[in-house]
C-alpha cells in the first residue's frame, strides 16, 4: 500500500478545524433560534461561545451589529458546499490510506472555496480602521486566525490542482474510433 503524504495529515487538521469552527461559530445564526437564543435552549452555549471569542479576539465579523451582504453570502456558501466538502474531507483525509481522484477533486473544490473566503476576510480585516478592529487584535485576526486559513488551503489548492493533473497525464489514453 502506498503511504500517505504528510501534507494530509496537515489539511486534516486545518481542514477538521475548519469543519469545527463552521459548526460552533459560523453557521450557527442559521440554526432556529428556539435551539440557542433562550438560557435553557440546548444549543444556548454557542451564543456564550461568539460572545466570547469575540471579546477575545475582537473579530469585527462576528460583532453583534456587523451586517455586511458579501459576508453573510460567504456563510451561505460556506453552508451549502464548503460543510459538506469539509465532512467529507474529514472522513477521508482522516484515513491511513492514499488519496484517491475523488478526494483531490473535493479537496480542489474545498481549498479554492476556503481560500476565495478567506482572502475577502484577510482583504477586509487590513483594510479597516481602528474603529471597526482595534489595533491590538488586528494583527493576531491577520495572521493568527485568518492567515492560516488563506496560506494552507491556497497550497492545498495548488497540491490537489497538481495530483489531478498527474492523474490525467498517466491515464491511458484510447485512440479515437473514426
Known amino acids: 500500500m502506498a503511504q500517505k503524504a504528510w501534507r494530509d495529515w496537515v ?17 450557527a445564526e442559521f440554526y432556529p ?5 433562550s438560557p435553557s435552549a440546548p444549543l444556548h452555549f454557542l451564543v456564550t461561545i461568539r460572545k466570547t471569542y469575540v471579546a477575545q479576539s475582537g473579530d469585527p465579523f462576528f460583532r ?13 456558501l460556506e453552508a451549502l458546499a464548503q ?13 491511513k490510506k492514499p488519496t484517491s481522484g475523488p478526494v483531490e477533486v473535493a479537496g480542489l473544490a474545498f481549498a479554492c472555496l476556503t481560500t ?6 484577510f482583504c477586509e480585516l487590513l ?9 491590538e487584535h488586528k494583527s493576531k485576526l491577520l495572521y493568527a486566525t485568518y492567515g492560516p486559513f488563506l496560506a494552507v488551503p491556497a497550497v492545498m ?6 495530483r489531478l493533473l498527474s ?12
Open 127 to 135: 483594510a479597516m480602521g481602528p474603529e471597526m478592529v482595534k489595533t
Open 167 to 178: 492523474r490525467f497525464q498517466s491515464a491511458p489514453t484510447k485512440p479515437k474510433s473514426q
Open 64 to 76: 453583534d451589529g456587523y451586517d455586511a451582504p458579501w459576508f453573510h453570502s460567504f456563510l451561505f
Open 83 to 95: 460543510m459538506p466538502l469539509a465532512a467529507f474531507l474529514v472522513s477521508r483525509l482522516a484515513s
Open 157 to 162: 489548492a495548488m497540491d490537489m490542482y497538481l
Open 116 to 121: 476565495m473566503g478567506s482572502l475577502a476576510c
Open 33 to 37: 433560534k428556539s435551539l440557542y437564543v
Open 11 to 27: 489539511y486534516l487538521a486545518i481542514v477538521f478545524t475548519q469543519l469545527f469552527g463552521m459548526l460552533i461559530l459560523d453557521l
